[in-house]
């Protein structure tokens, strides 16, 4: 699963990071014996951190692109006060099938708004403020998404973009997608960035000043 990491510092990280379910396990393998790309969960390190920013920005709106089989929605949204909501978007409907699924058993069905449709008209749709968002999606979508996003975003929201080191690799499609993205956040004078090498890199986005 670590592109970039080590394993055995993957594996030390994920033995040292709480916030474990027993559903996360059973997703988990259900995604691994039936889908074609497992390796599109966020795992149990991303999704503890995806819900520690929820509980640290209070997040009382979340707005998710890339449901996949749910892992990091149901992750935020466990993060989510009573009165909170996510928002998440795929064109999926067999994946987001099996999120919905594993949210009702988590007990956080009632706070996840499940879209299914191409990510751009889903957004235009969508009226904000967002608190927090997460970019996982189709890669050469991610500038439209950013774009689409930020504008909805609260004042102190946050956007989290996944797979941000793929830019490293210039000779794929994805690597190529991804590294557009990076330079156009850098030059984005809106907003300050950090990347975070861990996993497949997460940056994180807000709003200068």
């Known amino acids: 699963m670590a592109r970039y990491i080590p394993d055995e510092i993957e594996a030390y990280a994920e033995r040292y990071t709480s916030a474990r379910l027993e559903i996360f396990d059973r997703l988990g393998a259900e995604t691994r014996s039936t889908q074609e790309n497992p390796q599109m969960m966020v795992g149990p390190i ?12 209070q997040a009382k709106r979340v707005l998710e692109m890339g449901t996949f089989t749910g892992w990091s929605a149901i992750a935020m949204a466990r993060s989510l006060p009573p009165d909170g909501s996510l ?8 994946t987001t099938a099996v999120a919905r699924r594993y949210a009702e058993e988590a007990g956080v069905a009632d706070r996840i708004d499940f879209r299914v449709g191409p990510g751009v008209e889903t957004l235009a749709a969508l009226e ?13 979508g991610y500038v439209d998404y950013y774009e689409a996003i930020l504008p909805k975003l609260s004042p ?12 490293l690799d210039a000779d794929g499609e994805n690597g190529r997608q991804i590294a557009r993205f990076n330079e156009h ?4 004078d809106r907003v ?11 940056t994180l986005i807000r709003r200068s000043g």
């Open 87 to 94: 928002v998440t978007c795929d064109v999926n409907e067999e």
């Open 128 to 140: 904000g403020p967002f608190d927090l968002a997460f970019i996982d999606a189709d890669k050469g």
């Open 192 to 202: 300050e960035a950090v990347l975070l090498p861990f996993r497949e890199g997460v």
């Open 46 to 57: 991303e999704g503890a951190f995806l819900s520690f920013l929820v509980s640290m920005t």
């Open 185 to 188: 956040v850098l030059r984005d």
């Open 156 to 167: 102190h929201g946050l956007i989290a973009a996944d797979n941000t080191l793929f830019g």
